[in-house]
């Protein structure tokens, strides 16, 4: 049956959902549904690292569903709820390396990653963390997608190399774990759009709510090496400690100097990490000036202190804008002359301090403290 036909249910015969024991996985679907999952998990039954995946899900007690409003998300791993959520819209090509993606994820979960993220991570240790994981769980996905090709199943690495491309571009070169990995962090529209998701967004969102107030702490790439897959990259601790792994855009170590302002204000502790937190070079990197652009006016639009009646809010947003339009100078000067503005640069810094008299102590407490992430391994 035609993957359209599974989905293009009308309305009115919407069916509830039932519970599958599938090669071993709790599977929740709808019962018109069935088949595409019993061919979704026959597939990873065929290769290796599908099998891997499989007793992963088994092993942790997972639940798998299949969704229709995630939106531009892909899936995800909610660890909370010890779900795998999966977007009915992907096509089996893309649900066939993304469920082992995600699966990925729950194993990571039940290394160590959990334990770890109970902390109040610093900013450098938290990237680290989100950027391995996700360059991890990739490396797992191709794995998945080369072993489909070897048996002739060439639409997973079709559909994977037609989104993630650079990654595939570095695999190519010595069809290693290792460069899998490291080729994650070569695609500039995946790192820019994990910074906008993962730090951006969070840190903005919570100017105005309560911080966690424990002392931060440092992780080295040693201790999560274990749930990071580690083992199968060559020079782990030291990649992770260079540029290329740890750099970010201006406007995301100036969203995450906002909220250390703010956090500040109310009687938090500083995050030490952010002062040697590296920034992308925009300079002759015509993708990484394409994705500053995007998510410089995407930030704009969504803390635009008019559309908010709060007045703590709007004098918080009021300075993330003001930073915005700093931000964008400075990267201009930058793409023009090669080098920063220290004028613009100077500006930006006196803004980011002002977030300090604009946010208030008696800020209305947060649910969990800190910084909320979004799931493990949901796509942008």
Known sequence: MALKQHFDQPAEQKEDVEQYLLHGVKVNVAPSEKKFAEDLFDSLASIPTGRNAIADMKKYNVDFFLETALGTAGGYFDPENNQIVMAKSLGMDFMEFALVHEARHLWQNNQGRSEAEEQNLDYATRLMINRATEADAQTQAILACKEWEAQGHTAPIARFTKHYAPLVRRFEKSHSPSDAFKGWYDDERICASYEQGYDVEPALSGLTEEPDNRPYVSLKPAEIAKFCGGERV???????????????????????????????????????????????????????????????????????????????????????????????????????????????????????????????????????????????????
């Open 234 to 380: 060559e020079g782990f601790e030291e990649f992770l400690e260079s540029k290329q792994a740890r750099q970010v855009h201006r406007l995301t170590k100036t969203a995450m100097e906002l909220f250390d302002e703010s956090a500040a204000a109310k009687g938090a502790p500083r995050d030490p990490s952010l002062k040697n937190v590296p920034l992308r070079s925009l300079s002759g990197n015509s993708a990484a000036q394409m994705y500053a652009m995007k998510y410089l006016k995407e930030t704009k639009e969504q803390f635009n202190p008019a559309a908010t009646d709060d007045p703590q809010k709007k004098e918080a947003f009021t300075v993330v804008s003001n930073c915005v339009d700093l931000i964008k100078r400075a990267n201009a000067a930058e793409v023009a002359n090669g080098e920063k503005s220290a004028e613009t640069e100077k500006a930006l810094r006196a803004e980011t301090k002002k977030m300090r008299t604009a946010i208030k102590p008696a800020a209305r407490p947060r649910f969990n403290g800190g910084i909320s992430l979004i799931y493990r391994g949901k796509e942008r």
